[in-house]
């Protein structure tokens, strides 16, 4: 007789939805707005391949001004919202609008980061310098699924007095600000943290002045001349939201290191070719607003960054059995980190090393690649 197993949780194969179509879902006319008027702004502006718009090149866009002004007034006269907060409802309908812009100008290109990968990630060490941080592409989005990187989320929603259901997925857009001040370039990062409850995505948007010879932890702490410190929110340079930028910017160097390892995964549902967002029938209504599956995945193609642990020494590791005064030394598990390219090496870019365990085999380990699932 035997005993039926309880059969194991079957893992996901494409990221849930994310940020920015939680916000086509609010706002449909989005789907084919951002699009047409990211086209027309490329047109008009004439921008270089590497560029990316910026706050008051939207402004020139007769049809963004029409739909924030549109938006702000149904907060009005449909919502009963004072002037003031319809204004400011607006305007953080303009801060999306910016990072949608931009990941649509550049083509849409996301990251899924595996859970184990971004486990190893969110504790390597950020000792290098701002010369080799650079995004992959000039815009591009992040996507965070692990329960480490939705704890921080869920930190970070209850430190902004913010109630919602607990965090289901993080989508981080980064965007490329070019030269800000003589010598630096500007990073935004947008950080969305979606719920998937219907509600807009909680952003939180941070902005970084990276100088060659910076560190990343003095990246990391760095801002715009304009930003006043004492006006800052305290959650900006709270432990949750650094430890969250800290995995991003990993997350960012893996991209562009000599390691690199990416898989491309197509939606199982994709949106029609040149809109944003999915293109499914529309939601049943359940008490008078739209309810959409929390399963239901991305439309978006992404690029998938597995994570591995090797489980045994390096390739070339020396394993003798004892030190020369025949004490046993003790094997410990070494934690990924970066390491610089030797100058005299063609090939510049980082090296990414895994975690290994290193000292002297005192039992026989296979030597293998685990994939843990997340």
Request: net charge negative.
């Amino acid at each position: 007789m035997t005993k039926n197993k309880d059969k194991p949780k079957k893992q996901r194969r494409h990221p849930p939805v994310l940020a920015h179509e939680s916000l086509v879902r609010i706002f449909p006319e989005l789907r084919t707005l951002v699009p047409q008027v990211a086209a027309a702004l490329r047109a008009k502006l004439k921008l270089e391949p590497h560029e990316t718009f910026h706050e008051e090149q939207l402004q020139e866009s007769t049809p963004l001004m029409r739909l924030l002004g549109a938006h702000a007034e149904a907060c009005v006269y449909l919502d009963g919202l004072g002037e003031e907060d319809a204004a400011t409802d607006a305007n953080l309908l303009g801060h999306h609008l910016f990072h949608l812009l931009n990941y649509e100008l550049h083509g849409r290109k996301t990251f899924w980061v595996d859970a184990p990968l971004a486990a190893m990630l969110m504790e390597t060490r950020l000792d290098i310098d701002g010369a080799v941080l650079r995004l992959p592409f000039p815009t591009c989005a992040f996507v965070l699924t692990d329960p480490a990187s939705l704890a921080l989320a869920a930190e970070l929603l209850e430190a902004s007095d913010v109630e919602r259901d607990p965090p289901r997925v993080v989508t981080a857009y980064l965007v490329d600000l070019g030269e800000r001040v003589a010598g630096t370039s500007g990073l935004r990062i947008h950080a969305l943290i979606d719920s998937l409850d219907g509600e807009w995505p909680y952003i939180l948007s941070r902005d970084l002045l990276i100088h060659p010879k910076d560190g990343i932890d003095s990246i990391l702490e760095s801002h715009f001349p304009e930003v006043k410190l004492e006006e800052r929110d305290e959650i900006f340079t709270s432990h949750p939201f650094k430890k969250l930028l800290h995995l991003l910017l990993n997350a960012v160097l893996y991209t562009t290191c000599s390691h690199y390892e990416q898989r491309t995964l197509s939606s199982p549902s994709p949106a029609r070719t040149g809109e944003m967002g999915e293109r499914r029938r529309a939601p049943p209504v359940l008490g008078g607003r739209p309810h959409w599956p929390k399963d239901a995945p991305s439309s978006e193609s992404v690029f998938f960054l597995p994570g591995k642990i090797i489980v045994g020494p390096p390739a070339g590791n020396g394993s003798g059995g004892s030190s020369d005064r025949g004490e046993i030394a003790k094997r410990t598990w070494v934690r990924g980190h970066w390491r610089r390219a030797n100058p005299e090496w063609s090939d510049k870019r980082l090296r990414w090393i895994e975690p290994y365990i290193r000292g002297p085999e005192m039992a026989a380990l296979v030597e293998r690649e685990y994939r843990l699932r997340a």
